[in-house]
Structures are given as C-alpha cells and as structure tokens.
C-alpha cells in the first residue's frame, strides 16, 4: 500500500528549482543559488511578521520618514532589516540599495570581494497594511564591476539599466505568501507552506495572456493624465472593448500579480503630483518590467522600454505601464496619435467647474 507522501507528486521547493537553473547557466558556482536563499529566509521572516501584524506591535508609523517623504511604518524598517540581516550573512554580496535606505550600502561582510549588487522596496504598498490589504516585496539582483573599473563605486554599482538583472522577483504577502523570479528562463511562482516552512513549486514558466479584460490605474489622477492615457482608458469603456473591468488595489506587487496571471494592463502615468511618475525605476519598475517580458508581456514608460533607461540616481521615478503583449500595444497606438500631449490643466479646470455648477443646479 503506497502511503499518501509516497503517492504525493514531489513537492519542488524553490532552492531545488533555483538549483536546477543554475545548472543551466554555465559559469554558475553556487554562490548565487546561496545569494537567493538569503531572500527566500527574510521573505519569510517578513510574511510571519506581517501575519502577526495585528497582534505584534508592528502596526502603523515608525515615526520618521524615508528618503522619498514617505511617512515609514514599522513593519517597512523591521522588512528592511530582516533583508539586511539575511543578505549580509551571504559573503558574496557587495552592495544593497534600498527604498529605506537613503545610499546603497557596502555590505562590511563581503567588502569588494561581493559580486552581487541586491536592490529592494523591503514592504511596497505598506501604507495598506493596517487595512489588510496584500504588500509585496520586490528584488533585482546585478552583478557587481569587480573589475575596479568604477573604483568600487556603490552608487555607479547600483545605476544599472533593468537589461543588466541577473535575477528579479517579487514576494506578494496576500491570501497566502507567493514568491515569482526569474533568471532569465522564464518566470516561476512559489507557494510559501506554511506548515513545513517551505516555499513550493506551484506554477512553472508562467505566460502573461496577450489581452486580458482588465485596466488597473488611479483614475483619481485621470485628469492630469496626458491624453493618450485618457484617450486609451475611454475605449477601454465602451462595447467594442467590453467594456474592460477596474481592478485597482493600491499594492504594485498585487496588481501586478493579477495582471501577469490573468492579463490586462497596469498604468501609472505622469500626474499633476508625479510628473515623472510616482513608481521608483530600480526597485519597483525594472524588476516588474523583466518578469512581463519574461512571461511574454511587455513595459514601458509610455515613450521607451523600462529595461533600457538607464537610472540616474538609486531613488528615480517613472512612469509605468505593464501588461499583455497586445494590450500594451493598443496603449501605445494612443500614445502615438495623442504623444504625451498633456490635457491643459485650465481647460480641464474650467470644463469640470462648469460641470459641477450645471450638476449642482
Ligand atoms: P497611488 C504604494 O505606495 C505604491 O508605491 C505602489 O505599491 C502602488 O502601485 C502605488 O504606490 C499606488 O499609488 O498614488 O495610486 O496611491
């Protein structure tokens, strides 16, 4: 009689995946299966934490704020520092650069003998935290210039453009805790089993749908968007498109794990408040652009692709748009026809306190 685990298919945890794909990388020593562990150990670390968040005292603000004005709450530092914790430990990283962290940092452990260069947003979307709605982590790992060429510079290690990832994924802290990368082979998702402590092979070389039947943006901000934006959002509102359906959670990580398994398309245009977009380049677009285009989808800032811009500090902003290969394109057909003529503000000012008055007759 076969026993239910000898039945059970061999669970793949994701040290046995990251393995086996670096096996396919010829010049491949180990050492950056070990770097990856690092990651898998912090993310679960943080989603215990984030679990706990009503019962520990991590909810709410940490009382400062970080390089970006962005008011930090507790469980951003304690991500953070369980990042910095497992990573330092590695030996083989030179530099981390964080959204908590106002410069890259020289990892004292490893020093210019690191090879890697690791960049995160610890917790994106913490702001939702204490409404339980999904935060993520996200990741790029580079190599390192240990040729001295730059002279052992953290900032220049870090001022990649998204093309020079080795690795990139993300960590959705939601209904249960899902961990995707990729090397460059595809995009594969992981299911953190809470009761072994181990992150399991649930879906293997993930294929974002071309279309799909969601639109996912801040449409507060609708009107500063630049008209090719709002051009491209009024089709999506009629029955020739469907209409499509809103889906906007507020959580990059979130939104955009919904758009890479069910399609669709996630904007974050220039606004009256982010004129150069609101999402950083390093550690929020380039990772989410190389997943896309490794699952078949496609991201650009609505001009150029994400992966070729090239930083020019560790904290930039851009604009982003992500989403299935023909669902992008449809975008970008507006985007040429309308540029990125912005709507002038006073037109737009006029006409809807115009509105108002009529409506409020
Ligand atoms: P808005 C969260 O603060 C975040 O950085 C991303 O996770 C998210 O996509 C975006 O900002 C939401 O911004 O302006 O719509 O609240």
Redesign the pocket.
């Known amino acids: 009689m076969t026993t239910e685990l000898e039945s059970s298919p061999h669970p793949i945890t994701i040290q046995e995946h990251i393995l086996n794909q670096q096996r396919t990388h010829a010049t491949a020593t180990g050492g950056f299966s070990w770097l990856l562990s690092g990651i898998t150990q912090a993310a679960k670390i943080i989603s215990a934490s984030v679990r706990r968040a009503g019962i520990l005292d991590v909810l709410g603000d940490a009382g400062d704020s970080n390089v970006s004005g962005?008011q930090q709450q507790k469980l951003d530092i304690l991500a953070n520092k369980s990042l910095e914790m497992c990573l330092g430990f590695r030996g083989n990283i030179g530099v981390i650069a964080s959204e908590e962290l106002n410069e890259p940092k020289v990892v004292p452990k490893s020093g210019a003998s690191g090879k890697y260069v690791v960049i995160f947003?610890p917790l994106?979307?913490?702001?939702?935290i204490d409404v339980n709605v999904s935060?993520?982590t996200i990741f790029a790992i580079y190599e390192r210039d240990t040729t001295g060429f730059n002279g052992f510079d953290a900032v220049a290690d870090v001022l990649q453009p998204g093309i020079k990832q080795l690795a990139a994924g993300y960590i959705v802290y939601g209904s249960s805790t899902v961990m995707t990368y990729t090397t460059g082979n595809g995009v594969h998702m992981f299911t953190l089993d809470p009761s072994v402590g181990s992150f399991v092979l649930a879906f293997e070389n993930i294929k974002m749908p071309e279309t799909g039947k969601y639109y996912s943006v801040?449409e507060?901000?609708y009107n500063s968007f630049p008209k090719g934006y709002q051009e491209y959002l009024k089709w999506c509102k009629t029955e020739e498109a469907g209409p499509y359906s809103a889906r906007?959670?507020?959580?990059?990580?979130?939104?955009f794990h919904r758009t890479l398994l069910r399609g669709g398309i996630?904007l974050?245009p220039p606004?009256a408040?982010?004129p150069g977009g609101?999402?950083?380049l390093t550690y929020?677009a380039n990772p989410i652009a190389w997943l896309a285009e490794q699952a078949g989808g496609e991201a650009n800032d609505g001009k150029m692709r994400i992966l070729e811009k090239v930083p020019q500090s560790v904290h930039d902003r851009t604009p982003l748009v992500v989403g299935g290969k023909k669902d992008v394109a449809r975008l970008m057909k507006y985007m040429e026809m309308y540029g990125d003529e912005d709507v002038p503000q006073a037109s737009t000012k006029a006409a809807t306190k115009a509105t108002a008055k009529a409506v409020a007759k």
């Open positions: 962005e947003d994106d979307g913490s702001s939702n935060v993520g801040n507060a901000n906007y959670i507020g959580s990059l990580v979130a939104d996630f974050y606004t408040k982010a609101k999402l950083r929020e």
